[in-house]
Every structure is written in C-alpha cells, then in structure tokens.
C-alpha cells in the first residue's frame, strides 16, 4: 500500500509539472502575441517601404523578467528584414504572401545557444499610390526560457508540498488503521497459542463486525474438528472393546486345550476357530470402515455400470466363502451411474454379509430400476431388525437384540457409501418373516 502511495505521489508530480508547463506557456505566449501584435499595430507603408516605430510598451511586459532576452525582426513577403535581428530563425510555416495567416504562429527554436519561444505575427498594409494594393509584412518577437522555466519550476514546487505532505499523512493514517484493524487478530492469536491442544471451544476474544465472518468460520472449524475427535475416540474405544473380547476368549479356549484331553481338545478348537472368525469378520469391517472414510473424503467420480459392482461383488463374495448363497436377479440390461463403484461395491459386500450372519448363510439381490433410481434390494430370512432400532442400526457399534458374531459397522459403511452417492438406503421388514436393506442409487441421465 505504501508503495502504491508513492507511485500515486510521482504520478501527481507528473501531472502538476504537465500542469505548469502548459500553463507558464500559455501565459507567456499570450505575452509574446501581445508584443507582436503592438509592433504591428505601428506599421506604416512609406514611399520607400515601411516605416517602423517600435512601442516601448510592446516589451514592457516582457521586461517583466529581467534574466530573459528579447528579439524582434520585421520582414516583408519576399523575406527581407525591414528593421530588427535579421538572422532570427524562420517559422517552420514559412510566412508568404500566397499563405498569409493573420492568427499568431508560435513555435521554439534556438538561438545564440539557447532556446527561444518565438511568435510571428502578420498583417496586411495598404500602399500608398495604390490603397487596394494590400502588402503583407510579419513581426517576428522571441524571448529566451530563463523566467518561464522559473515558473514552471515554481508552480511544480508550490504543488509538491501539498502533495508530499497528503502522501505522508495518508501513510500515517494507513498504518495505524491496518494496525487497529489487525489488533483483533492479533488478539485471536494470542488466544490460540495459549490454549491446549484439546481446547476447541469457540473464541471468546472480542473482535469488531467486520472479524466476525472469520471468527464464525474458525468457530465452525474446530466445532466440526472437536466432533471428527470426539467420533474418533469413541471408535477407537469401542473398537478396543469389541477386539478384546475374542481375543480374551481365544487366549482362554487356548488355556483349556492345554489343559484338557482329547475329547475337550476339540471343542475348545472349534470355540478357538468360532472367536478367530469373529475377529477376523470385526476386522474386515473396520479396515472397511477406515477405507470408506478416506474415499468419502477423496471421492473420485466416474462412470460405471452398477449391474458389473453388483455382479462382481456378488461372486467374488460367494467364491470365497462356501457357506454362503445369493440368488442374484437383474430386471434391467443396464445401469449407468457416476459415483466411486469401490465405494459401492464395500457397501454391497456389508450388506450382503450381514445377511449372510443372520440369514443363515443365505440372501437374495435384487436390482430394478424405478423411476430416475435403480434399487438394489437385499433380502435374508432372519429375524428382522424391530422397528424402534432400524435408525439406531446405522450407526457405528449398534447391534441388533441379537448380535451374531459382527461389531456394528456393516450398515453405518452402508450408509456413507450410498449417501455419499446422493442415494438412499432403508431397512424393510420382508414378508413371510426377515429383513430387506434397499438401497437407491440416482440413475445416470442419458442425454438425447
């Protein structure tokens, strides 16, 4: 800003020196003109020519600068002297009889080794045996540019000091308003330097109106941040709390096969191998978890076809479990869609596991379109989900009144991936007994 001051600054020192050059000229061109036209005024034409009488007040106003000096020359139409300095530089309009002008002509030339304002006054005079017979003659007048530059100068220096001292005051003005009005944030950086890295509550320094928009914004920051940590503890804690329970019933079946013989060596064999498969499922779940959160946040849009996720999920997911089964059918010959189809096809997997679980091992898919979504039903015949807990079911650790071997997360993953679609999804009590998860995905709109 200070910069853009003094450039301002220079830039009116620019257009005061234009200024008083234009108007030094102007004033002392009028006296040229002045001087000219009362030499011409004086102007008779004789038997023998012209006869000349020079006006003192013709340079009395010009004698008003002494340091300058004065010429004049008269000249007739074939470019004779008739009285004054003959060797005075000529118009680059050259004066003549067939180009009289009668207005004054001025233009700078130098003379005797400096430079010289000069006018050329014309005039057109009778003759005597022949009054018709018009004779033009010209007045030539030149003064030196000792005083002008004086004035000039003078004008540019009389405009200066005002000038400087508006910049410098501006300058004063400037800094300290930016320095009152960066106070408040100083005053909120203080505040935040002195806190704990925990301490995320709203900013209690008071700021004028025109920090409040930046005081809200970081207000909604660490309000979204402190819930991101609060989410996070809570997962970490349920998640350490759902890992140490098979892990300690593992480590005590492990405890009684030592102990125990080969009838109970069995059985505690097949606790051992039920609480590893229950770890391994609460496992899978939260890295599924983890990687839904990271794609949420870095969601990569494409085209895909959601009757290939569908597909591909379905027997990657059949031909790496034997127990389970999933009648697939397909009502539509494709599904266009834009979204992740990673982040999707994890949502099918948790939705069809979790029927798995409690279906005994068995679902049915579905996919249709209807309307501008296609649907995508999973059904199980389990015992269903009670319908006070079908909106507690998405969120994370939340089991139905019968856990079977998961950790709460399959549908809270559901969720983030279909809503990060713009989709939908909805628990539905299934006739004849069990539960249908639908799921809605917007159908890509084909253009014509």
């Not at 004065?70 to 118009?91: E, I, K, N």
Request: glycine residues 8%; charged residues 25%; proline residues 5%.
């Amino acid at each position: 800003m200070a910069a853009l001051f003094l450039v301002g600054m220079l830039g009116l020192y620019a257009a005061a020196f234009a200024f008083g050059r234009t108007a030094a000229d102007r004033l002392y061109d009028r006296l040229l003109a002045s001087a000219g036209r009362s030499i011409a005024e004086t102007l008779v034409v004789t038997n023998a020519g012209f006869d000349v009488d020079i006006p003192y007040s013709a340079f009395e106003t010009l004698g008003a600068a002494p340091e300058d000096r004065v010429f004049y020359r008269v000249f007739d139409d074939a470019g004779d002297t008739v009285t004054g300095y003959g060797d005075l530089p000529l118009s680059p309009v050259a004066p003549r009889a067939s180009a009289y002008r009668p207005d004054a002509t001025f233009f700078t030339a130098d003379y005797r080794g400096e430079p010289v304002r000069f006018v050329t006054v014309g005039r057109k005079l009778a003759s005597v045996d022949a009054p018709s017979n018009l004779r033009p003659v010209w007045v030539e007048v030149g003064q030196t540019r000792r005083a002008h530059s004086a004035l000039v100068h003078e004008l540019v220096l009389r405009s200066l000091f005002p000038i400087a001292f508006m910049t410098i005051v501006g300058l004063l003005i400037m800094w300290f308003g930016v320095g009152h009005a960066l106070r408040p944030l100083a005053r909120i950086g203080d505040e935040l330097s002195t806190r704990a890295p925990t301490d995320l509550h709203p900013i209690s320094a008071p700021v004028p109106s025109e920090v409040v928009p930046l005081v809200s914004a970081i207000d909604g920051f660490m309000e979204r941040l402190r819930l991101n940590i609060h989410t996070l503890r809570s997962f970490v804690g349920e998640a350490a709390h759902q890992l140490r329970t098979p892990l300690a019933a593992i480590r005590a079946q492990a405890q009684v096969a030592d102990r125990a013989d080969a009838k109970d060596l069995g059985r505690s064999l097949d606790a051992v191998e039920r609480n590893a498969a229950k770890l391994t499922r609460l496992v899978n779940q939260m890295l599924s978890d983890a990687t839904m959160s990271h794609r949420s946040d870095t969601l990569a849009s494409e085209r895909f076809d959601v009757i290939d996720v569908v597909r591909e999920t379905v027997h990657e997911m059949t031909a790496f479990r034997e127990d389970g089964t999933c009648d697939l059918t397909i009502a539509i010959d494709d599904a266009p869609a834009q979204g992740d189809p990673l982040m999707l096809a994890e949502a099918l997997r948790n939705v069809v596991d979790n029927a798995w679980v409690h279906g005994g091992g068995e679902a049915e898919l579905g996919l249709r379109l209807e309307g501008e979504t296609y649907l995508i039903d999973v059904a199980d015949r389990g015992r269903g989900i009670s319908d006070p807990m079908k909106e507690a079911s998405f969120e994370r650790f939340v089991q139905g009144a019968q856990p079977r071997g998961g950790a709460g997360l399959g549908l809270a993953i559901a969720r983030r991936a279909v809503t990060s679609h713009g989709g939908t999804i909805a628990l539905l009590d299934r006739p004849g007994g069990g539960l249908i998860v639908r799921i809605g995905i917007p159908a890509l709109v084909q253009e014509a």
